[in-house]
């Protein structure tokens, strides 16, 4: 263990922050070999390892490190895909520095594995080098799944249900799949080819995939039970409906909330433009409302999208932001800048109807609220206004009404979440629910530790429903 403690945190090679801020290629280069063996080497074996704890879908960490050690690159990636579907996705965007990492043993004395690169690593390893296998499926059972909406909860159900030996169809409402994967999260951190790699995996496994098709409009939930004649629905439709702060000028031009300025950048491809059908507001002068990590994205989108200045507006201090240390870092790096303890109370527009600017707030922080995270209070005489000529509002999404408007007898709580138990039953029997739509707006991998645990229960519904 002394050993294997004198061995530093391996840092990913990526590119430099002011040429990576005028670009949309993804900013880490991931580890070679070398790199990758000497940081999975770090790991010290525990008998009870605490990282498969800390991992929302339980994967064997040690084990698929130990492979990385001996140069068993392809056989450790299929060995994290016994839990995980989507390894080359999580590896990116996983908060591992909260989960696995944070309880690494490693770590209690010095830096902790670092467990999502090697992850990334082992992934792109397998696909780079055309090494990825299809799993041997179990006899058809002759159940029809359908699940709706093709973000990382509902890609995991459908990986999960096809293994089974399950007919599983997922509808998704946009042209392409991987939900938030694919509109919300941009290039740079996450390249669209990845996650289309991943969607090709579940097709090979026999997933089919209906585009263009709004579930609660082309067809109700009930109409998939009864009229489709599926045996199970999964509902995984996210959380994309934005939040704005409902303080006067919103409704200029020029405001965005960040699901739009992130959806016409990410999946329609504005950054390309004219290339690109898809136009885009290319300012000068950017704000974007809000500390977590769609707020960074947002930010460092503006930035590549050529603006001069982007502030990222937050009513709390840094150390109560949501977003990853890790993005947090390179947005400093790239020129972002922050202005903690500020709040908008209005947007300021010109004669012609666009955004000029902003009036804030100074705050400071007082008792902890229902969060845990100090209230922030307005210090009174503070105000101050700033010139920008565009406003990014990124501040938190609710769950699409759609599926709950249209299906009577889908119980939701106040905030519009389909209320579910922990295996994903809703109030409707044979429908099935988890991710973003239950929990509200989280993470990759809470969302498809969700979907795991009702995948395995509609597995269960259907064979209790044969009998």
């Known amino acids: 263990m002394a050993a294997k403690e004198k061995i530093p945190r391996q840092a990913m090679p990526e590119q430099e922050p002011l040429v990576r801020a005028r670009n949309f290629l993804e900013v880490p280069f991931g580890y070679t070999a070398e790199l990758a063996i000497a940081e999975a080497s770090r790991c010290i074996q525990c008998k009870n390892p605490k990282c498969v704890a800390g991992c929302p879908v339980g994967i064997d960490i040690p084990a698929f490190l130990k492979m990385i050690t001996q140069g068993e690159f392809a056989a450790s990636a299929r ?43 082992a992934a792109d390893f397998e696909r780079i080098n055309e090494l990825v296998t299809i799993p041997e499926r179990a006899p058809a059972t002759g159940k029809r799944i359908a699940v709706v909406g093709s973000g990382p909860a509902g890609l995991t159900v459908a990986g999960d249900l096809a293994l089974l030996g399950h007919d599983v169809t997922v509808f998704e409402a946009l042209h392409k799949a991987g939900g938030v994967l694919i509109y919300g999260i941009p290039e740079f951190r996450l390249p ?69 300025f992130l959806t016409r950048s990410n999946l329609m491809r504005a950054f390309d433009f004219p290339n690109s059908d898809t136009p885009i507001m290319k300012a000068k002068r950017v704000a974007v409302l809000g500390g977590g990590n769609v707020a960074m994205d947002a930010a460092r989108t503006a930035i590549r999208l050529g603006a001069e200045k982007v502030s990222v507006v937050y009513r709390r201090s840094r150390n109560e932001m949501p977003a990853r240390i890790e993005e947090i870092h390179h947005a400093e790096e790239e020129g972002i800048e922050f202005r903690f303890l500020t709040n908008p109370i209005e947007l300021l527009g010109d004669d012609q109807g666009w955004v000029r600017g902003m009036k804030m707030v100074k705050m400071e922080l007082g008792e902890p609220d229902a969060s845990g995270r100090r209230r922030p209070v307005v210090i009174e005489g503070s105000e101050y206004e700033s010139e920008f000529d565009c406003v990014v509002v990124s501040i938190g999404n609710g769950s699409n009404p759609l599926i709950p408007q249209t299906t009577p007898g889908l119980n939701t709580n106040k905030w519009g979440n389909i209320i579910a138990t922990d295996d994903g039953a809703t109030s409707i029997p044979g429908v099935y629910a988890g991710g973003d739509v239950v929990i509200g707006a989280a993470t990759v991998i809470l969302a498809m530790g969700a979907a795991r645990k009702a995948s395995a229960a509609m597995h269960q519904y259907m064979i209790e429903k044969e009998v």
């Open 192 to 260: 669209k080819s990845i996650v289309q790699s991943e969607v090709n995996y579940l097709e090979q496994l026999g997933v089919k995939f209906v585009f263009n098709s709004v579930i609660g409009r082309t067809l109700t939930v009930y109409e998939l039970l009864e009229e489709e004649k599926f045996d199970s629905v999964f509902l995984g439709t996210g959380a994309g409906l934005p939040y704005f702060m409902n303080i006067p000028g919103e409704n200029f031009n020029g405001v965005y909330s960040a699901n739009e």
């Open 79 to 121: 060995k994290i895909k016994e839990m995980n579907a989507l390894p080359a996705i999580c590896g990116r965007v996983c908060p591992q520095e909260e989960q696995c990492e944070k309880v690494c043993v490693v770590g209690i004395k010095q830096e902790p594995v670092a467990i999502g690169r090697l992850e990334r690593f």
